[in-house]
């Protein structure tokens, strides 16, 4: 999976245009709004040809994900709940624009894993998901002036290979820093796809958003031309 954030400069927070042809394939007069840095996400808007503006929503994460899980909330629900409240926070700032939130949640055995703050947390985290198998639910939402419109998810099982110390270390020593960027101390789209031996789902989903989802919304609402 993946949690990798782009560097928050002026280009970042300004307009992204997606292959030629973008305002062709854009029907909507709303602006739309990716409410994440995620450069995983931002490609593959981008690649999908779609043109949009990135701001990063003002949320606390671990305090809203405390809260949902003392209420009683599922660690399968959590991502939906974040992107949710990552899009209205979005939205409610620029009540004129679409604004897409998405967010991405690991679990095994029911336990909900953060990206590692250290090396030592990210080999303890992938002796833990070594040779297991392990969930990654990806969420959308989409909002329009701090009103919810839809949220859409979907789900990855990934089974990681039996890994020995040895090998460990040494898939740290190349992966790092990127390695303590995601959850799970892996990113499915560089290096850490040699940590698994088999993989269930959508790619777009192990990376962090279903743009096949986001896509299918969009065209639904009437808001793409092909």
Avoid at 20 to 45: E, P
Avoid at 47 to 72: H, M, P, V
Avoid at 148 to 155: E, I, S
Avoid at 166 to 191: D, H, K, M
Wanted: net charge positive; aromatic share 6%.
């Amino acid at each position: 999976m993946s949690k990798t954030k782009a560097p928050e400069t002026s280009a970042a927070r300004g307009r992204t245009r997606g292959a030629t042809g973008a305002l062709r394939l854009w029907r909507s007069s709303d602006r739309l709004i990716l409410a994440s840095t995620s450069a995983v996400r931002r490609h593959l808007l981008e690649s999908a040809g779609l043109s949009f503006d990135i701001e990063a929503a003002r949320i606390d994460e671990r305090a809203l994900e405390e809260a949902f899980l003392s209420r009683g909330g599922s660690p399968d629900d959590l991502a939906a709940r974040l992107a949710r409240a990552k899009a209205v926070e979005v939205s409610e700032r620029n009540p004129g624009a679409l604004c897409l939130g998405a967010d991405q949640t690991l679990t095994l055995d029911g336990a909900i894993l953060h990206k590692p703050a250290d090396l030592e947390a990210a080999a303890a985290q992938l002796r833990w998901l070594a040779g297991r198998r392990h969930s990654l639910v990806s969420a959308f939402c989409f909002a329009r002036g701090g009103v919810p419109l839809f949220v859409g998810r979907d789900a990855a099982v990934l089974t990681m290979r039996a890994l020995d110390e040895a090998a460990i270390r040494l898939y740290l020593a190349l992966a790092a820093p990127a390695a303590l960027a995601s959850v799970g101390a892996y990113q499915i789209e560089g290096l850490g796809v040699h940590l698994f031996e088999k993989i269930e789902g959508d790619y777009a989903t192990i990376q962090g958003l279903p743009i096949i989802g986001v896509l299918a919304w969009l065209r639904a609402d009437g808001r793409l031309s092909l």
